[in-house]
């Protein structure tokens, strides 16, 4: 059983940054692409950024291109999304998952999820 433990959220003001951190338990961790999601109340959830297994690709939404920064350190077992120039429209709860479809972008192609943190940017 893989487990995926966020951590980082928080509230922060527009035009600040936040880092989250998503520690994955076992031993295959670097076998996997990585992604992240978000969910505001009342919308579905939406992609973020994903990371192929080793780290050479990476894939972003046009809402945060630009902005984001998802990374991995293997050795740790650990995947990053780094956010900068946040706005409020970028509040959610953001999740980690590990990928065991075929597409980056969507939920159904991701098997194993965190149980989120939160993110609040305040205008």
């Known amino acids: 059983q893989v487990q995926l433990v966020e951590s980082g959220g928080g509230l922060v003001q527009a035009g600040g940054s936040l880092r989250l951190s998503c520690a994955a338990s076992?031993?295959?961790?670097?076998?996997?692409?990585m992604g992240w999601f978000r969910q505001a109340p009342g919308k579905e959830r939406e992609f973020v950024a994903a990371i192929s297994s080793g780290g050479l690709n990476t894939y972003y939404s046009d809402s945060v291109k630009g902005r984001f920064t998802i990374s991995r350190d293997n050795a740790k077992n650990t995947v990053y999304l780094q956010m900068s120039s946040l706005k409020p429209e970028d509040t959610a709860v953001y999740y980690c998952a590990r990928r065991s479809g075929s597409s980056y972008y969507t939920p159904k192609d991701y098997h194993y999820w965190g149980q989120g943190t939160q993110v609040t940017v305040s205008s």
């Open positions: 076992g031993r295959t961790f670097n076998q996997y692409a």
